[in-house]
C-alpha cells in the first residue's frame, strides 16, 4: 500500500498528491511515469511523477478527475492508501547540454509533467523560455514554480481571463516571428495542443519533441493498447516513450485511439457517481445510532 503524505486542491478537480514511495524515487527521471490503481477491481492509469524527492523518499502526482478511476482519487484524503504504485515507467529524458534555448510550451494539466524536465533544462545551464497555457484563468497552476525555473514565462488563456488572449502554440509562434532562436521545443498537453505546436516547429524547421499520452494498460509492452504512429512506424508509448519526435507523430490515429472507449468510460463513470448518491442517502434514512 503505498500512502498519501499530503493532498493539495491546485484548482477546481485538479489536486497534487505527495505520496511514499522511497524505491520509485530513488530512480525516478524527468519523462518517467508511474502507474497507480486505487481499488482492487479498479483499472490501472499512467500519472507521470511530477516531481520526486530522494532524500524524502516521496513524488508528486498531479490528477485531474475526469473518469471514474481519477474521480475516485480525487476521494483519498491525508493518510489513505492507493492500493498499488507501478514504476517509474518509461524512458528517461535527458536534458539539452547547456547554453541552448529551449522552449516549454504546456496546455492544462501538461505543466505538471512538464516541470521536472524544465526544472532539469534549467539547472543543466540552458536558457529556458516557458509557455503555459489553459481554457481560463481557473485551470492554471503551478505558474511560480515555473516561473522560478525559466528565463522568461508567458501565460496565455484561450478566453483571454488571464494573461495573454491566445492558445500557447500562437504564443510560440509569435515569439518566433519577433526573432527568439529555439534550438528545440517540448510540447505537453491535450492532443490538439501537441498538434498545434508540433505544426508551428514544422513550418520553421525546429526540433519538436511531445510527450504522448494514448490508452494504456500494462505499461510494459505487451497488451499493445499504447502503439502510436510516429514517421510511419508502430511504437508503444509505455516502453518506447512516452516522449516522441512531434514531427513524425499521426496525431489523427491518436485522436482517434482515445475515443475508442469513450462511450464506456462515461458509463463507468455515472454509475460510480450514482452508486456513491446512492450511499448518500442510504446513509441520511439509516443514520448511526
Same mark, same amino acid.
Not at 29 to 40: A, E, I, K, S, W
Not at 264 to 272: G, M, R, T, V
Given at each position: 500500500?503505498?500512502?498519501?503524505?499530503?493532498?493539495?486542491?491546485?484548482?477546481?478537480?485538479?489536486?497534487?498528491?505527495?505520496?511514499?514511495?522511497?524505491?520509485?524515487?530513488?530512480?525516478?527521471?524527468?519523462?518517467?511515469?508511474?502507474?497507480?490503481?486505487?481499488?482492487?477491481?479498479?483499472?490501472?492509469?499512467?500519472?507521470?511523477?511530477?516531481?520526486?524527492?530522494?532524500?524524502?523518499?516521496?513524488?508528486?502526482?498531479?490528477?485531474?478527475?475526469?473518469?471514474?478511476?481519477?474521480?475516485?482519487?480525487?476521494?483519498?484524503?491525508?493518510?489513505?492508501?492507493?492500493?498499488?504504485?507501478?514504476?517509474?515507467?518509461?524512458?528517461?529524458?535527458?536534458?539539452?547540454?547547456?547554453?541552448?534555448?529551449?522552449?516549454?510550451?504546456?496546455?492544462?494539466?501538461?505543466?505538471?509533467?512538464?516541470?521536472?524536465?524544465?526544472?532539469?533544462?534549467?539547472?543543466?545551464?540552458?536558457?529556458?523560455?516557458?509557455?503555459?497555457?489553459?481554457?481560463?484563468?481557473?485551470?492554471?497552476?503551478?505558474?511560480?514554480?515555473?516561473?522560478?525555473?525559466?528565463?522568461?514565462?508567458?501565460?496565455?488563456?484561450?478566453?483571454?481571463?488571464? %494573461?495573454?488572449?491566445? +492558445? *500557447?502554440?500562437?504564443?510560440?509562434?509569435?515569439?518566433?516571428?519577433? #526573432?527568439?532562436? =529555439? $534550438? @528545440?521545443?517540448?510540447?505537453?498537453?491535450?492532443?490538439?495542443?501537441?498538434?498545434?505546436?508540433?505544426?508551428?516547429?514544422?513550418?520553421?524547421?525546429?526540433?519538436?519533441?511531445?510527450?504522448?499520452?494514448?490508452?494504456?494498460?500494462?505499461?510494459?509492452?505487451?497488451?499493445?493498447?499504447?502503439?502510436?504512429?510516429?514517421? %510511419?512506424?508502430?511504437? +508503444? *508509448?509505455?516502453?518506447?516513450?512516452?516522449?516522441?519526435?512531434?514531427? #513524425?507523430?499521426? =496525431? $489523427? @490515429?491518436?485522436?482517434?485511439?482515445?475515443?475508442?472507449?469513450?462511450?464506456?468510460?462515461?458509463?463507468?463513470?455515472?454509475?460510480?457517481?450514482?452508486?456513491?448518491?446512492?450511499?448518500?442517502?442510504?446513509?441520511?434514512?439509516?443514520?448511526?445510532?
Amino acid at each position: 500500500m503505498i500512502r498519501i503524505l499530503t493532498k493539495k486542491t491546485l484548482v477546481p478537480k485538479i489536486k497534487e498528491y505527495v505520496v511514499e514511495a522511497p524505491l520509485i524515487a530513488r530512480k525516478a527521471r524527468p519523462g518517467n511515469f508511474v502507474l497507480v490503481r486505487v481499488d482492487p477491481k479498479g483499472e490501472r492509469i499512467p500519472l507521470t511523477i511530477a516531481d520526486s524527492d530522494n532524500g524524502q523518499g516521496t513524488i508528486t502526482l498531479v490528477v485531474q478527475e475526469i473518469g471514474k478511476t481519477t474521480t475516485m482519487m480525487g476521494t483519498l484524503e491525508e493518510g489513505a492508501e492507493l492500493l498499488d504504485l507501478v514504476g517509474p515507467l518509461g524512458k528517461d529524458r535527458e536534458a539539452p547540454p547547456g547554453g541552448q534555448v529551449i522552449g516549454f510550451v504546456s496546455g492544462g494539466l501538461g505543466v505538471a509533467p512538464m516541470y521536472p524536465q524544465t526544472k532539469a533544462c534549467y539547472q543543466a545551464g540552458n536558457r529556458v523560455i516557458s509557455i503555459l497555457g489553459a481554457r481560463n484563468k481557473d485551470l492554471l497552476f503551478w505558474m511560480d514554480r515555473i516561473e522560478a525555473i525559466s528565463h522568461e514565462t508567458y501565460i496565455a488563456t484561450d478566453d483571454g481571463s488571464f %494573461g495573454i488572449h491566445a +492558445y *500557447a502554440a500562437q504564443v510560440l509562434e509569435d515569439l518566433i516571428q519577433k #526573432g527568439t532562436r =529555439f $534550438d @528545440e521545443v517540448i510540447s505537453i498537453g491535450p492532443v490538439p495542443h501537441m498538434k498545434a505546436c508540433t505544426n508551428v516547429c514544422k513550418k520553421h524547421g525546429i526540433p519538436v519533441v511531445v510527450s504522448l499520452n494514448p490508452i494504456m494498460v500494462d505499461g510494459t509492452g505487451m497488451c499493445g493498447g499504447c502503439r502510436v504512429t510516429v514517421h %510511419g512506424q508502430t511504437y +508503444y *508509448a509505455c516502453v518506447d516513450g512516452p516522449e516522441f519526435d512531434g514531427s #513524425g507523430v499521426d =496525431f $489523427d @490515429e491518436l485522436s482517434a485511439r482515445q475515443r475508442t472507449y469513450l462511450s464506456f468510460e462515461a458509463d463507468s463513470l455515472l454509475h460510480y457517481q450514482e452508486e456513491m448518491e446512492g450511499k448518500k442517502h442510504q446513509c441520511a434514512l439509516n443514520p448511526a445510532k
